[in-house]
């Protein structure tokens, strides 16, 4: 037998309403034979009465039509969401889409990331504005900004997450440095060097929980708030420092010195693409974590330091 279709659906949840076919007929703008073909289709096809039928007072739902009519009026009802989610996929692309990314990392992610985009959504507008990891997850959460491309240390219950790289400390040395060809170095090598530190948002708390877990005092000479200025002084003799995310395209052609992993058992944060969780069904956002699983999966996104010395 064959299926149920919307029409039939709207004409017996039509006569329900108005408790007369002749009504549900001129509410639909049909004939009253149609609204009566739906009624004996669906009848027919459950093998139970949906309406008892009284001359003078019209039709009411049998107890099996009242369970029919509940059913058919959610299926229509999540119809007309489909239809009306469906019809706005045009238009959505059309809408700004907010992400906010530290600011250190911008240069790693953003280029390649809106690259990407840019092939399968080529009428979206992005907005993308640099900030701290704390004030992404603040922003995310509070729907001001759509997705947030920061580390996981603000990472809370109601935010989903999509790593994009692992971020394992590592010492930028300069090029002729005795340890610059290490596989590895340890602090205690660095006693005795100038300190460069790399001061922004949260790294200034996060290398003093490394030097105080390892017992050791820096010797600080400089203070900056960019990876590319750090990596100038490295490379300019005056002193190390130290970094956990990867440098950008541009850094690793134009960088004249050397990165070495660091020997430590530190814990290392991952970084990431921040959303809300109930943001998740969102187009935008499938596409936005789409795009995070295509460039790790291409080798595009790396975590590694050897290739970057």
Known sequence: MQDFTLKQLRYIVTVAINGSIADAAEAQAISASSIREAIAFAEAKLAAPLFHRTPSR?????????HFVALAEQFLAAH???????????????????IGVVATAAAMIVPPLLIDLAVRLPQARFRVEEMSSEEVAVRVKS???LAGLAFNDAMTQDLAFVE????????????EHPLAQADS??????????????????????YAGLFEQSGFKPALRYVVNSRELASELVAAGLGYSL???????????????????????????????????????LPMIRELAGAIRRLRRQGVLKSDIAPFG
């Not at 019209?58 to 009242?66: D, I, L, M, N, S």
């Not at 007309?80 to 907010?98: N, S």
């Not at 995310?245 to 850094?251: F, K, L, T």
């Open 185 to 206: 170095v340890a602090l205690d090598q660095l006693r005795e060097e100038p300190y460069i530190l790399l001061d922004f948002a949260g790294a200034r708390a996060y």
């Open 58 to 66: 019209g039709v009411e739902p049998t107890a099996e039509g009242r």
């Open 143 to 145: 729907g001001e900004l």
């Open 80 to 98: 007309d969401a489909f239809e009306h989610a469906a019809l706005r996929i045009p238009h959505e692309w059309q809408t700004e889409m907010r």
């Open 164 to 175: 994009v790289v692992r971020a394992p400390i590592h010492v930028g040395l300069n090029r």
């Open 243 to 281: 970094f956990n995310m990867p440098p950008s395209r541009q850094m690793r052609k134009a960088e004249s010195m050397r990165r070495v992993r660091l020997d430590t058992g530190y814990w290392c944060p991952s970084f990431g693409l921040f959303y809300a969780q109930h943001y998740r069904a």
